[in-house]
């Protein structure tokens, strides 16, 4: 099945700063999305990014699907931005189902 | 905006009890899905369903079932739950019309003692 890798597993960030969090995966999709897990636990839509470029405030996002990839940017870092960020994709012909990656941790400091 | 709902945000109960959990979307979505997610493990899928009445196993389907009457409810249940079923259970829902975007509901932490 399809391989999703994100990296870096771990981030610490001083408020204010840049991030830019990345993730592989290892064939074609029809779907890629990323999303913030709050530290309440609720998974929260960032951008719905099969391909091309989208951008939210603070947030952008790139797919890249000929190279099999994304990046997810974060500028100007606040301690909200603070949690689990998982990039997840959809096989074809999976009915919707998707692969998920073991997330990045990001940790905005004061 | 799509909204998909969860009947409880905490439950608490005991070994052996029926537990059910409800899951609903507003957005007219043809799938839907229910997830785990534990420390370590991350999210893995338990039931998922393409329409009413139709559902198909996960990857860990062992210990639930599930119900789907209506399109816009799909209930995950407990037939005797076990302390191995404390976990943080997620709902998500999905429509080929939107490119498989799925939307998560906000989650129920459930501990069983």
């Known amino acids: 099945g399809i391989q999703v890798e994100q990296s870096p597993p771990d981030l610490i960030l001083q408020e204010g700063a840049n991030s830019t969090l990345r993730c592989n995966f290892s064939d074609s999709v029809n779907n890629l999305q990323w999303f913030h897990q709050n530290p309440w636990g609720q998974l929260i839509n960032l951008f719905y990014?099969?391909?091309g470029t989208k951008q939210n405030g603070r947030l952008s996002a790139t797919t890249v699907a000929t190279e099999r990839y994304s990046l997810l940017y974060i500028s100007s870092s606040q301690t909200t931005d603070s949690g689990v960020y998982f990039c997840v994709v959809g096989p074809y012909n999976q009915g919707g189902k998707l692969i998920f990656g073991q997330g990045t941790e990001l940790s905005v400091k004061p | 905006d799509v909204k998909v709902t969860q009947s409880s945000r905490y439950l608490v109960k005991r070994t052996g009890e029926k537990v059910f959990l409800e899951c609903v979307q507003d957005?007219?979505?043809?799938?839907m899905f229910w997830y785990r997610q534990d420390p370590g493990l991350g999210l893995r899928l338990i039931y998922f369903?393409?329409?009413?009445?139709?559902?198909e196993k996960g990857d860990i389907p062992e210990g639930y079932s599930v119900s789907r009457e209506k399109k816009e409810r799909f209930s995950l249940i407990l037939e005797s739950a076990s302390t191995n079923q404390t976990s943080m259970y997620l709902c998500?829902?999905?429509?080929?019309?939107?490119?498989?975007?799925?939307?998560f509901g906000p989650g129920t932490r459930l501990t069983v003692t």
């Open positions: 369903s393409y329409d009413v009445k139709m559902k």
């Open positions: 998500a829902s999905s429509s080929i019309v939107r490119g498989y975007e799925q939307y």
């Open positions: 957005m007219d979505h043809e799938n």
């Open positions: 990014i099969p391909s």
